[in-house]
């Protein structure tokens, strides 16, 4: 196993994440507990000592399971995070009674790691608002009790969305897990992302390093190519090794839901493989061709909201728009939107054509965002 260091610990770079643990006849809520724990046992034994759970995996049932899989070993032996889940508008203001029940169904006096829960459009407001809802203040102070080792946060939102939480609770940040791989080092502005993290001296933590499965297999030519390269390396394993070029990144969580996945994860992580720079472009170039296919060109150039009627963010909504067709669905384009008001939405296009009359890349923008609401519903 690799191991990073992290403030004088040495943490695996392979971490078990427990939002796709192996379920009972499809359904997501009924986790198999003894698949699971096989699973555990087989991490410890393997040198995987970071576990990553959250208040509303598998149902709220994540947590449970968890505990119940690491109560069997010694406290030093591991470290668990969880996370308080404000992607909910419901629990912005319960912190004070899910932060106890999390420790009760963790079995734990203390969260080695614990996390802001997905800060997004969605809640930014609702975090920096520590008047109405002391979330931070809360957090903080269970840190200072020694109830949370380390504080950190996860973050789907955009840039701008990173950088005023930053602004904010940067100094008493000692982590920040972001959704990266190969695909969104670009396409969900990953590379600015890590770059302002580095700004701040801020480690990244990793979660969705295969896209939820879209990088494990791919294309044939696609998997010929790098497969040349490297012919002893396994498709899933081209995520793992692009993570590992990037120096900031220190754990990488994987949501294994089967046997099978975590010992070939395993492997992968039993030697510390970065790319070399032929290795790097090959697989930027796969990416690219592989986001090009049902998105829309769109370079930010932002003639055309100068022409748009409704002052419409016609660049950021082309870029939901591509997040949202390419994953086929997903919740991170509905989550920005709902921060937007009515007028702002795609559905606010008027049709009228103004902006296509300045598009370098000659996007049929109405079609576009009509298409877009649909898609939507």
Same mark, same amino acid.
């Given at each position: 196993?690799?191991?990073?260091?992290?403030?004088?610990?040495?943490?695996?770079?392979?971490?078990?994440?427990?939002?796709?643990?192996?379920?009972?006849?499809?359904?997501?809520?009924?986790?198999?507990?003894?698949?699971?724990?096989?699973?555990?046992?087989?991490?410890?034994?393997?040198?995987?000592?970071?576990?990553?759970?959250?208040?509303?995996?598998?149902?709220?049932?994540?947590?449970?399971?968890?505990? #119940?899989?690491?109560?069997?070993?010694?406290?030093?032996?591991?470290?668990?995070?969880?996370?308080?889940?404000?992607?909910?508008?419901?629990?912005?203001? #319960?912190?004070?009674?899910?932060?106890?029940?999390?420790?009760?169904?963790?079995?734990?006096?203390?969260?080695?790691?614990?996390?802001?829960?997905?800060?997004?459009?969605?809640?930014?407001?609702?975090?920096?608002?520590?008047?109405?809802?002391?979330?931070?203040?809360?957090?903080?102070?269970?840190?200072?009790?020694?109830?949370?080792?380390?504080?950190?946060?996860?973050?789907?939102?955009?840039?701008?969305?990173?950088?005023?939480?930053?602004?904010?609770?940067?100094?008493?940040?000692?982590?920040?897990?972001? *959704?990266?791989?190969?695909?969104?080092?670009?396409? *969900?502005?990953?590379?600015?992302?890590?770059?302002?993290?580095?700004?701040?001296?801020?480690?990244?933590?990793?979660?969705?390093?295969?896209?939820?499965?879209?990088?494990?297999?791919?294309?044939?030519?696609?998997?010929?190519?790098?497969?040349?390269?490297?012919?002893?390396?396994?498709?899933?394993?081209?995520?793992?090794?692009?993570?590992?070029?990037?120096?900031?990144?220190?754990?990488?969580?994987?949501?294994?839901?089967?046997?099978?996945?975590?010992?070939?994860?395993?492997?992968?992580?039993?030697?510390?493989?970065?790319?070399?720079?032929?290795?790097?472009?090959?697989?930027?170039?796969?990416?690219?061709?592989?986001?090009?296919?049902?998105?829309?060109?769109?370079?930010?150039?932002?003639?055309?909201?100068?022409?748009?009627?409704?002052?419409?963010?016609?660049?950021?909504?082309?870029?939901?728009?591509?997040?949202?067709?390419?994953?086929?669905?997903?919740?991170?384009?509905?989550?920005?939107?709902?921060?937007? =008001?009515?007028?702002?939405? =795609?559905?606010?296009?008027?049709?009228?054509?103004?902006?296509?009359?300045?598009? =370098?890349?000659?996007?049929?923008?109405?079609?576009?965002?009509?298409?877009?609401?649909?898609?939507?519903?």
């Amino acid at each position: 196993m690799i191991y990073r260091d992290f403030q004088g610990l040495k943490l695996s770079a392979l971490g078990f994440g427990a939002m796709r643990l192996p379920v009972l006849d499809g359904d997501d809520s009924r986790i198999d507990e003894a698949a699971a724990l096989r699973m555990v046992d087989t991490a410890m034994q393997n040198g995987i000592n970071y576990y990553d759970t959250a208040w509303g995996y598998h149902g709220e049932n994540s947590e449970t399971v968890m505990g #119940k899989a690491l109560a069997r070993y010694p406290r030093d032996s591991f470290h668990v995070a969880t996370k308080f889940p404000g992607y909910d508008a419901s629990n912005w203001s #319960k912190v004070r009674e899910i932060f106890p029940c999390q420790l009760e169904k963790l079995g734990v006096d203390y969260f080695d790691f614990y996390l802001f829960h997905n800060v997004c459009e969605m809640n930014i407001d609702a975090y920096l608002d520590d008047e109405k809802y002391g979330i931070y203040s809360y957090l903080t102070e269970q840190k200072r009790r020694g109830r949370i080792r380390h504080l950190g946060f996860s973050c789907h939102g955009e840039p701008d969305v990173l950088k005023r939480f930053l602004d904010a609770y940067g100094k008493d940040m000692e982590f920040c897990q972001l *959704q990266l791989n190969y695909l969104d080092w670009t396409f *969900q502005h990953g590379r600015e992302k890590v770059e302002l993290l580095r700004q701040w001296g801020i480690p990244v933590w990793v979660m969705e390093p295969l896209r939820g499965g879209k990088l494990a297999k791919l294309q044939p030519e696609h998997e010929a190519a790098l497969t040349a390269l490297r012919p002893d390396e396994g498709i899933p394993a081209w995520a793992f090794r692009f993570l590992q070029s990037i120096p900031s990144v220190t754990v990488i969580l994987s949501g294994m839901s089967n046997q099978e996945q975590l010992e070939k994860n395993l492997a992968t992580f039993a030697e510390d493989k970065p790319l070399n720079e032929a290795e790097m472009k090959t697989l930027m170039d796969i990416a690219a061709r592989m986001l090009s296919r049902g998105t829309v060109p769109c370079t930010a150039c932002h003639y055309c909201v100068s022409h748009c009627p409704m002052s419409l963010d016609i660049p950021r909504l082309l870029s939901l728009y591509n997040e949202h067709a390419y994953t086929g669905g997903g919740f991170i384009a509905p989550m920005a939107l709902s921060a937007l =008001p009515a007028d702002k939405l =795609p559905s606010a296009c008027l049709q009228c054509r103004s902006c296509e009359q300045v598009c =370098p890349q000659q996007i049929r923008i109405s079609e576009v965002l009509a298409d877009f609401s649909a898609k939507l519903g």
